[in-house]
Structure formats: C-alpha cells, structure tokens
C-alpha cells in the first residue's frame, strides 16, 4: 500500500500530499509526529527500530513516531502508531512542535515539523517485530548522558527534541 504524507508550509497550514519516500527523497516539508512515554518512576520508554525500516534502522529513538495520514488528525495518527508499533493505548497529550531537516542515509531527507506528544503508560509494550528489535524503559537522566556521548546510536529528531522533552514531562 502506497503512503501519503501531509505537505505542510513553515506555519504547518496544509499545501498537498506526496508519496512517503517522495516527500523523503526530495525532502519536503511535510508533518509528522514523534510520541514520548514515561512510567510512574519518571522513566522513558525508548525503542531500536527494526533494521528493515526505510531510514534509521537499528537506531534507538522515542515510543514512536510516524506521520498522520491525508485526512487524519496528528493527535488520531499518534494513538494508531503507538498501538501499531509498541502494542501500547494511553492518553496522549501534544506539547510542542518543532522544524526540523535532516540528511539520512540512502540519500534521504527528513524534514519536517514534528508534534511532540507525550503519554503514560504502566506495564509491558507488545512491539510489532517489523518496526521494533528492542526496547527499554530508561532513567532520563542516564538517557540524556548515553546520548551525550553516542549520539550516532540515536535518530536525528530524538536528539534534536531530547533536551525539550525532558524540561517539559510530565
């Protein structure tokens, strides 16, 4: 099935649609969507992306991230996402956005303004083997050190919004 992200200008108005790999190669600004969870202890969930995905492979990153579909809220794509990659349903709340544009391999641009969105959620994710290998809870202050120093283990956006994230948790 062919996937459609939502074109966006610098204020995230809608322009259009593009094919995925489309907007990613040519590197469109388009919306996109990137979902933070905390336990009770105050700590992040963080996943590795499975290796066959089409950017970032077996890099680490937040719960999850992905792009609303032409026609579909962000807030609608982040609890359909989350549930599709970690098996997770929680109450979810936007708190802020950000530009972003990024070089990745295979020739691929992310640029996007990406809805920071947060959740909570006890118990243990049920991750879909196609998009996850691995993932952990995490003491955001080990977290923010583990970046520091081995940033190329982690996407472009997490590291990007990590700082943000974690003056605004909950």
Partial sequence: MTEFVITVDANDAETGIAEK????????????????????KGEMLIHQRALKKYHSGG????????????NE??????????????????????????????????????????????????GTPSPNPDEVMDFKWVNTEELKNHVRLNGNMYTEWFKLCLEQVLEQRF
């Avoid at 890099?59 to 032409?70: D, M, S, V």
């Fill in 21 to 40: 790999m489309e907007a990613h190669q040519k590197g469109l600004l388009h919306r996109a969507f990137s979902v933070f969870i905390f336990n009770a």
């Fill in 59 to 70: 890099k680490w990153t937040n719960a999850c991230c992905g792009h609303p579909r032409p």
């Fill in 73 to 122: 809220s962000t807030m609608h794509a982040a609890s359909r996402r989350l549930n599709e990659e970690m098996g997770i349903a929680c109450l979810l709340e936007q708190k802020f956005s950000f530009t972003y544009k990024a070089s990745l391999e295979n020739g691929l641009t992310e640029h996007e303004i990406d809805h920071v969105i947060f959740g909570k959620f006890e």
